[in-house]
């Protein structure tokens, strides 16, 4: 693994244990050369997903681009940093199990759209409303209205 700091190839792992949702391992590295620390994590991934956007552009699905928007819509939301790491987890699950090498990113908006509308209504909102600029007004207001009921219950 590459040292981030100086770009040193040879670093050593120095520790190596479970992280808490124990669907990875979380490395403790030392680089010999710039004595910089870092941490990776191994996870398993069954197969090379590719995102392929509307405009037909390819991308490699990036689990942290995921978990970055995710993580935006759930700040300062009520919700364990665990359950966040888990719901992750489980859309990429699901992604990796779909059959399919190729996923349209609406398919994944919509996973995550699901998956937040059962976890956060408030982070479901935040998300959808980004979301919808990469959409057609169309497909935002069926998403619209599947919300309505359950924003009519928490007010
Ligand atoms: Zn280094």
Redesign the pocket.
């Known amino acids: 693994m590459r ?1 981030p ?4 190839v040879d ?1 050593q792992v120095k520790d190596s244990r479970p992280a808490e949702d124990h669907v990875s391992i979380r490395r403790r590295r030392f ?1 010999p ?4 620390r870092f941490t990776t994590y191994e996870r398993v991934q069954l197969r090379d997903l590719v995102v392929v956007k509307s405009s037909g552009k390819r991308e490699p699905f990036d689990r942290d681009k995921l978990e970055r928007s995710i993580r935006i819509a759930m700040q300062k939301r009520p919700v364990e940093p665990e359950r966040i790491e888990q719901m992750i987890s489980g859309i990429v699950r699901r992604l990796e199990s779909m059959g399919e090498t190729d996923i349209a990113s609406r398919v994944i908006g919509e996973i995550v759209m699901e998956t937040l509308a059962r976890i956060d209504t408030v982070a479901y909102v935040r998300f959808a409303s980004v979301y919808k600029n990469f959409q057609a007004a169309g497909d935002f207001d069926k998403f619209v209205s599947e919300l309505r009921p359950a924003t009519a219950s928490e007010e």
């Open positions: 040292c700091f100086c770009g040193n670093t680089c050369a710039c004595g910089g």
